[in-house]
């Protein structure tokens, strides 16, 4: 477990979060990190648009699924790395 899943599972615990909840945020994250190959806090607002961008279009991720992602990968920036992106105001769950 990196420095980086561990600070996000005790935040993520210290929100009262279910064992679930925690689980699937941080597989969010590791899916974006996967995609870039890269560690998720190197991941600009630019690429995190894209990313869920291909999600929608190429992935065709569920409504479901989709919301699962933007609330691990929000709660990462917001809560874990403490980032404000404007892309967070554009992006939303569609079916």
């Known amino acids: ?3 980086l899943q561990k600070t996000m599972i005790e935040t993520l615990q210290l ?3 279910s064992e679930r909840i ?3 945020y941080v597989r969010a994250v590791r ?3 996967q995609h870039y190959h890269k560690s998720p806090d ?3 607002d630019e690429e995190l648009r894209q990313y869920f961008l291909c999600i929608k279009n190429v992935k065709k991720y569920a409504r479901a699924t989709t919301t699962i992602a933007l609330c691990g990968i ?3 920036f917001e809560r ?3 980032k404000q992106w404007t ?3 554009l992006i939303g769950p569609t079916g």
Do not use: H, I, P, Y
Request: proline share 0%; glycine share 8%.
């Open 1 to 3: 477990m990196t420095e």
């Open 15 to 17: 929100r009262g979060m």
């Open 22 to 24: 925690q689980q699937a």
């Open 31 to 33: 899916q974006l990190a």
């Open 42 to 44: 190197l991941v600009t």
């Open 74 to 76: 929000k709660f990462f």
């Open 80 to 82: 874990t790395m403490g």
């Open 87 to 89: 892309s967070f105001d």
